[in-house]
């Protein structure tokens, strides 16, 4: 038979090669074993194949007849280098059909003469069918893996008769060597393809090999190295079929369809379970930042909100700001106070207070808004908001500018269909659908920091989104393939404006996932310490401050002042008419309920004849006249604190026990806040009143589930009145916007709390998450 082969070629030589050089490659080839899964039958007939070039090449007669048919085919070494470009040039798509036509193929394929198969000027040497599965491993070896394929994938269609008669050896060793052969092949297109960034060609040629390997039930290990390759490759196909036109919307959701499958390996955005993709937590946030700009608001929103209910910090983060673009683009501001109820979770362990003041401002709480840049800590961007509003009594307009700018700047770019909109807060407030909403929206402030109010400090932040310091570890590279191919990197490219969730911008290199991105603390939403975001905020507020100070002009500086003075005059009207008509009716009321209780108490008086004379019986609940029996509904509590003297653990664990109920029962949908004064003092109980009262006014809910472990407790050597406790609070929570379910958390975490004895009974002033 006749196979594409010339003996050059089979030597690896130029055909000006001298006779060293070829004794030289002989041996070369000749020691360089391929893979130990070959039998000896493809090893000898490889053998052969190599001592027959070497043999009539260094010949001199048998060498000048040879090179004579070899140029009489025109075949020189530019003509050369074309076929062979031609033929390496096939279409992946062209390649894939090759593969996945293996289960049309039919008995006849086989009945096909090879002789006919090669082009007429192609070089081609004869074989014996002996030396076939030789001349596969050699053109396996040459990356000729389309044309392996080609010549291999018909012999093993359907039972092969050629290879059961004998034709090419023992059938029990001969077909097991080609299914190698073809399955090698396979693997290193792939890799081949990975090299060229045909991410989703890449995946279906290991997918054949793997397919065909399962098929036979052969070579465990190659199909180890498959499925490995499959493993890394996902990110890649990924970001590949998600970069694809909106059109491809099959495609589109196959690629969403792999994520969904990786995020579940690995336990959420920032968890630590193995997806065998070899990208770290760091790494991994990188490639999910990256995805974002291919990603359209609606499908992020989806994705994010999942993944927040795992719980996920990370995952909460990028809600946020997906509902923030979307309820800014799409005029709709429930979206926004949705983010704004997430950040509760957030709040709790960073400094999300610029957010925050910005989720007020787009909802028309203007003192709220000054109230969250009162607590941010981030210098630069307060800087810049107070600079250009000082010749306002506010810092409104500076606020209206940053915010504009920040939206334009660092959310937008990261969604596929908001990137080329344009931001202005005058048409978002000139909306008659946001006027409605906020109009019908209560203005006090949604206190959202349950555990404890997040200061600035020093330390490492924890549980934060932060930007990348230095270059992290590279991510897993593609095999390297046989030809030269170039390596694949994630890389960190800098840029002068900063994204939503660090100070680097995310690009893609040609053949990569290029970026740079954000760091997590996968523990801190697991009972991590409270902390704040320092070392993101100097980044993220020196990327976004040097943005928008490059931006900014005077005109520009002014109408944003003109617009936060049209804003503030329109949003500050709102409440006070509203107060107005709630002040003069209420007033009201409680003129008509007092003189309707004035005629009742009269009547009574007239119809009850005198008034009794003389001493009254003397009545008092120590010495009751009738006994009164114990209620069973409420039981005696079965230790209860001591009056004086250190307060002991059981009593303890009631008092702590007795805040999560009272938690519970003030944000639950009963709105109960009055048990907060059973068991809170100041600073807490004002900051918990605020807080349940304003979820109480926007018909906002939690439902808590608890359990409580005290650790201990530690009195205060020099006040017998103050003393702290250490517990255990595991916390299942699901917060609701009305009957809309917003989002869950469940976590386990340390807290400290800070007891005093005020009239003989122990309150909790305060407490802190502890590492």
């Known amino acids: 038979m006749l196979i594409p082969l010339d003996y050059y070629r089979i030597l690896g030589l130029p055909i000006q090669a001298t006779a060293e050089q070829l004794q030289q490659a002989h041996r070369d080839r000749t020691l360089q074993l391929p893979r130990r899964e070959y039998s000896e039958v493809a090893i000898v007939a490889r053998k052969q194949l190599l001592d027959e070039a070497c043999a009539v090449l260094s010949d001199s007669d048998g060498r000048k007849a040879y090179d004579a048919s070899f140029l009489a085919k025109t075949y020189d070494r530019e003509s050369e280098a074309a076929i062979w470009a031609k033929q390496r040039s096939k279409t992946s798509a062209g390649a894939a059909t090759v593969l996945q036509d293996e289960a049309g193929e039919t008995a006849t394929s086989e009945s096909k ?3 006919d198969a090669p082009d007429p000027h192609t070089p081609s040497i004869e074989i014996d069918d002996n030396q076939f599965v030789g001349a596969l491993l050699v053109l396996q070896e040459l990356g000729e893996y389309e044309l392996v394929q080609k010549l291999g994938r018909p012999y093993l269609n359907n039972g092969s008769i050629a290879i059961a008669e004998g034709r090419f050896g023992d059938p029990q060793l001969v077909r ?8 090698l092949a396979c693997l290193e297109l792939g890799r081949e393809q990975w090299q060229q960034g045909q991410y989703e060609n890449a995946a279906k040629s290991l997918e054949a090999g793997q397919e065909l390997l399962l098929r036979e039930s052969l070579f465990p290990s190659v199909r180890g190295e498959m499925q490995a390759d499959i493993y890394k490759l996902r990110p890649y196909n990924i970001l590949e079929l998600l970069s694809l036109p909106e059109e491809k919307v099959a495609e589109r959701r196959q690629g969403l369809q792999i994520l969904r499958e990786m995020l579940e390996e690995r336990g959420g955005i920032d968890g630590s379970g193995d997806d065998r993709s070899g990208l770290g937590i760091e790494d991994f946030l990188r490639f999910v ?21 795992r719980p996920s910090a990370v995952a909460t983060y990028l809600s946020v700001y997906t509902l923030l673009a979307q309820g800014f683009a799409a005029r709709g501001p429930s979206m926004i106070r949705r983010a704004k109820l997430m950040l509760m979770q957030l709040g709790r362990r960073q400094d999300v207070h610029l957010e925050k003041a910005v989720c007020s401002l787009l909802l028309g709480q203007t003192e709220e808004a000054s109230r969250a840049l009162e607590l941010s800590s981030e210098k630069e961007p307060l800087a810049f908001i107070r600079e250009h509003s000082q010749d306002s009594p506010d810092l409104l307009p500076g606020l209206c500018l940053y915010a504009e700018h920040w939206l334009q700047e660092e959310v937008f770019p990261h969604f596929r269909d908001l ?10 407030f000139a909306d008659p659908k946001v006027q409605a909403y906020l109009e019908a929206l209560p203005q006090d402030a949604e206190t959202a920091n ?13 549980g934060r989104l932060q930007p990348a310091g230095d270059r992290p570890p590279a991510p897993p590279q593609p095999p390297a393939a046989k030809q030269g191919a170039s390596t694949v990197t994630l890389t960190p490219v800098p840029s002068d404006s900063s994204t939503a969730a660090s100070g680097l911008k995310y690009q893609a290199t040609a053949v990569g996932l290029g970026a740079a991105s954000v760091v997590s603390n996968p523990t801190a939403t697991a009972g991590g310490a409270p902390s704040t975001s320092k070392q993101r905020r100097r980044s993220h507020s020196t990327g976004r401050n040097g943005a928008i100070g490059q931006k900014v002009t005077g005109d520009l500086v002014d109408r944003a002042r003109t617009t936060a003075a049209q804003i503030s005059a329109q949003v500050k009207s709102m409440p006070r008419n509203r107060l107005a008509l709630f002040i003069v009716a209420g007033v009201l009321s409680l003129l008509i309920l007092w003189l309707i209780l004035s005629l009742l108490a009269s009547a009574l008086q007239a119809l009850s004849g005198p008034s009794l004379q003389g001493e009254q019986a003397s009545v008092s609940l120590e010495a009751p006249p009738v006994e009164i029996p114990a209620v069973s509904a409420v039981p005696e509590p079965s230790a209860a604190a001591p009056a004086s003297g250190a307060i002991t653990e059981e009593a303890a664990g009631q008092i702590v026990q007795s805040w999560l109920s009272a938690k519970a029962a003030a944000l639950g ?11 809170l003092t100041e600073p807490a109980l004002s900051r918990w009143q605020l807080m349940a009262d304003a979820q109480k006014r926007n018909n906002a809910h939690q439902r808590y589930v608890h359990k409580l472990q005290v650790k201990g407790v530690t009195a205060n050597p020099t006040n017998p009145d103050r003393a702290e406790v250490e517990a255990q609070v595991a916390e299942k929570a699901e917060v609701f916007d009305a009957d809309r379910l917003v989002t869950s958390r469940n976590e386990n975490l340390r807290v400290r709390y800070d007891l005093i004895r005020q009239d003989g009974e122990w309150r909790i002033m305060d407490w802190q998450v502890m590492k």
Request: glycine content about 4%.
């Open 419 to 428: 990137a080329n909109q344009s931001v202005s807060l005058k048409d978002y």
């Open 113 to 115: 003469d090879l002789d």
């Open 289 to 309: 930042q990256q995805l974002r700009k291919h990603l359209t608001s609606s499908e992020q929103q989806t994705l994010f909100e999942a993944e927040a209910g």
């Open 450 to 462: 349950e555990w404890v109010v997040v200061q600035p400090r020093s330390g490492k932040p924890q």
């Open 669 to 679: 949908p009963n709105h109960a806040v009055e048990e907060l004064k059973q068991v």
């Open 176 to 183: 097991p060597d080609i299914v190698l052969t073809v399955s």
